[in-house]
């Protein structure tokens, strides 16, 4: 079964620390994508990344950066000096090769950056 | 280039009545999906569209219908609203295929009394 954890439900930390999010996620596929969404509080969900399964270097764009390891089947993600502009619910996703159209999303975790 | 636009962005509802969400977008895109986001649970998947004329049941579709008759467009209707439908509803496209993430709508906020 198909299933997405993001178990830190809240995190807080004060401006310029650095933070990393928590995905673990269950497939059966050997052929899967990831992905990472934010929602700010003002509702929109931003698409922030996307990673297949054949492909596990990490990623780093700005003071974002993503730690793909299949062997834990974890798809953590990490924001660098962290800056209140990056308080939102950050959603973790998985879909599969039988189906591409089908998400499915981990509960999301809030992260609040104190100035 | 307006991406995915749904109406309305609030919505209250009284038991048993119906209504419509309507989500449009001008991508393109083949692939259109309708998720809920309640507290605590994420996104689920309510029902998608692989393209006009086709559409599926997701994790969640009970109470709910929907039918693609234009690229563009993908309404959702709600039969006979429950309070457990209240929550917010988001719109999705894709291009479709290996690894398209979705582009989402700014959601429409639906209580239901």
């Known amino acids: 079964a198909q299933k997405v954890t993001q178990a830190q439900t809240e995190i807080s930390v004060v401006e310029k620390e650095d933070v990393t999010l928590d995905c673990v996620y269950e497939?059966?596929?050997?052929?899967?994508?990831l992905f990472w969404y934010k929602q700010p509080p003002s509702g929109e969900l931003v698409f922030l990344i996307r990673?297949?399964?054949?492909?596990?270097q990490n990623e780093i764009s700005g003071r974002y950066s993503w730690n793909f390891q299949k062997s834990t089947s974890s798809f953590n993600f990490t924001i660098t000096a962290s800056q209140v502009v990056d308080s939102a619910v950050y959603f973790c996703?998985?879909?599969?090769?039988?189906?591409?159209?089908?998400?499915?999303f981990g509960s999301g975790t809030k992260l609040n950056v104190k100035p | 280039n307006a991406g995915v636009t749904q109406t309305p962005k609030f919505q209250v509802l009284k038991t048993g009545q119906s209504m419509t969400l309507q989500c449009a977008q001008d991508?393109?895109?083949?692939?259109m999906s309708w998720y809920r986001q309640d507290p605590g649970m994420g996104l689920r998947l309510i029902h998608y569209?692989?393209?006009?004329?086709?559409?599926d049941q997701g994790e969640v579709p009970n109470g709910y219908n929907v039918s693609r008759s234009t690229t563009e467009d993908f309404p959702l209707r709600l039969l006979s609203a429950a309070p457990s439908q209240t929550s917010v509803y988001f719109c999705?496209?894709?291009?479709?295929?290996?690894?398209?993430?979705?582009?989402f709508g700014s959601g429409t906020r639906l209580t239901v009394v």
């Open positions: 999705a496209s894709s291009y479709g295929g290996e690894g398209y993430g979705y582009t």
């Open positions: 497939t059966r596929d050997t052929t899967y994508y």
């Open positions: 990673r297949n399964s054949f492909d596990e």
């Open positions: 996703a998985l879909s599969e090769a039988n189906n591409f159209n089908k998400f499915y």
């Open positions: 991508m393109n895109h083949e692939y």
């Open positions: 569209s692989v393209g006009a004329g086709i559409t």
